[in-house]
């Protein structure tokens, strides 16, 4: 409510919240103008940080983001984001697995439709994955480059990223449909990685028009 006395100056006059419950970090720490200290509710913090930090980092790349300034555009305290994430490198990696989830989510879309296990299928499977990567390179740059960064999370820990696993059963496909021999099948994931992205990356450079990329 507003406190708002008869013949109270309009620079005393103060939005009052009262709150009644827990506090902890997900909360914005607001202090009004006479020193009075209001604490709201602000639900998950860390999403919303996340998020705003891969809405940063798609419009302008994630070298300049600060995890301070996207605190302070939520309205929280420092403090408070800082209990989420340590420091920004934290943030960042975070915000790199999430583009490379964005990828997966694009790989999926690419192949759900193709229902049939004969050769014809999976080496179709394999080539929209291909191009589901290039065109998330091309309409997702800061993403892309953000995602396959020094924040990238190795493709060989034991969080294996969704991308990779859904690129590894598709060419397994192929090795069970005698497409590609069995001894190449260990590598064969990072070779077809590696070579897209190469293309990705000349495209993104301006060393590939498109289209050549697409007939790779």
């Known amino acids: 409510y507003w406190a708002n006395k008869p013949g109270m100056p309009d620079w005393q006059k103060h939005k009052i919240v009262i709150y009644v419950g827990k506090i902890d970090q997900n909360e914005i720490d607001w202090r009004g103008t006479a ?14 940080l996340l998020a705003h930090a891969i809405d940063s980092a798609r419009k302008f790349g994630s070298e300049n983001i600060s995890l301070r300034n996207l605190a302070g555009q939520i309205g929280v305290s420092p403090s408070a984001a800082y209990h989420h994430f340590s420091d920004k490198e934290t943030l960042l990696r975070a915000a790199a697995d999430q583009a490379l989830e964005m990828l997966a989510d694009r790989f999926e879309k690419a192949i759900s439709d193709i229902g049939n296990e004969d050769v014809q299928s999976a080496w179709l499977r394999f080539n929209n994955l291909g191009r589901a990567y290039i065109d998330f390179a091309i309409h997702e ?4 480059r953000l995602a396959f960064g020094p924040h990238c999370r190795s493709l060989e820990n034991d969080q294996t990223p969704r991308a990779w696993k859904l690129l590894t059963d598709t060419i ?9 021999p069995t001894k190449f099948r260990d ?4 070779l077809a990685w590696s070579s897209v992205h190469g293309v990705a990356t000349l495209i993104l450079d301006g060393h590939l028009d498109q289209e050549s990329g697409y007939s790779v």
Request: glycine residues 6%; proline residues 6%; negative net charge.
């Open 187 to 190: 590598r064969a994931q990072l």
């Open 172 to 180: 397994e496909d192929l090795v069970l449909l005698k497409v590609i």
């Open 141 to 144: 740059p800061h993403l892309f």
């Open 35 to 48: 020193g009075a200290r209001f604490i709201i509710p602000h639900g998950d913090l860390e999403q919303e």
